[in-house]
């Protein structure tokens, strides 16, 4: 069974910090490359963190330096440590495999996270 359950979104005040979970079930996710996507209001889904399958991780400028990507792998589970959190950060966050993103359109419900200013 194909499954992602993203958890750990809610309000937070501009500067706060929130600590994202994404449980992943299902052979076609390599908890390896995961990578954390976001959706605000009106605009597109973007990649903002990742892990490449070459082993490092990518971040999205405006978020580098604040979020931090990690995985459980004995849980397979995905994190984002996400700091000094700004209103621009509101969305709702997702994970995935980006190469599993390409092959089909399946999506967790995601987590919601507003930064108040």
């Known amino acids: 069974q194909v499954q992602l359950v993203e958890s750990g979104g809610g309000l937070v005040q501009a500067g706060g910090s929130l600590r994202l979970s994404c449980a992943a079930s299902?052979?076609?996710?390599?908890?390896?490359?995961m990578g954390w996507y976001r959706q605000a209001p009106g605009k597109q889904r973007e990649l903002v963190a990742a892990f490449t399958r070459g082993g490092s991780t990518n971040y999205a400028d405006s978020v580098k330096g604040r979020f931090t990507i990690s995985r459980d792998n004995a849980k397979n589970t995905v994190y984002l440590q996400m700091n000094s959190l700004k209103p621009e950060d509101t969305a709702v966050y997702y994970c995935n495999d980006p190469v599993v993103v390409t092959l089909m359109d399946y999506w967790g419900k995601g987590t919601l996270v507003t930064v108040s200013s």
């Open positions: 299902g052979s076609i996710f390599s908890i390896n490359a």
